[in-house]
């Protein structure tokens, strides 16, 4: 799969996530990068920021927070494209439910760990 290709599954994941909770995301851009820190080489994506839930009348003219999906070990986890497309877009509501304040324990008793 070409980096475009992936870029737009994860486009579409974006897409899917229903309008009033994508109005409510605020100052946080999406990035796609091959891999991640060689500490952490099985990291499908990262949220880095401060979510939603913890800002308080402090936060201002800070730089966007940072939602990361990671090409190289989506695409080895993955074997095929149906394959991926699913991955995609449950790594990016995961990383978007990070933004919204949901800790890792929550999202796997929601089913999206």
């Known amino acids: 799969m070409t980096r475009d290709d992936f870029e737009t599954l994860v486009a579409d994941a974006l897409d899917q996530i229903p309008p009033q909770l994508a109005a409510m995301m605020d100052n946080v851009a999406i990035f796609v990068e091959d891999e991640p820190d060689p500490a952490t ?20 003219g800070v730089l966007p927070d940072r939602i990361i999906i990671y090409m190289g ?19 990016v509501v995961h990383e978007v439910a990070h933004h919204f304040g949901f800790d890792d324990h929550e999202l796997h008793e929601l089913g999206w760990s």
Do not use: K, M, N, S
């Open 41 to 60: 080489p099985d990291l499908f994506g990262l949220y880095e920021g401060t979510p939603l839930t913890e800002r308080g009348e402090w936060y201002a």
């Open 73 to 91: 070990p989506t695409l080895r986890h993955c074997e095929d494209y149906d394959e991926a497309v699913d991955e995609v877009r449950i790594t």
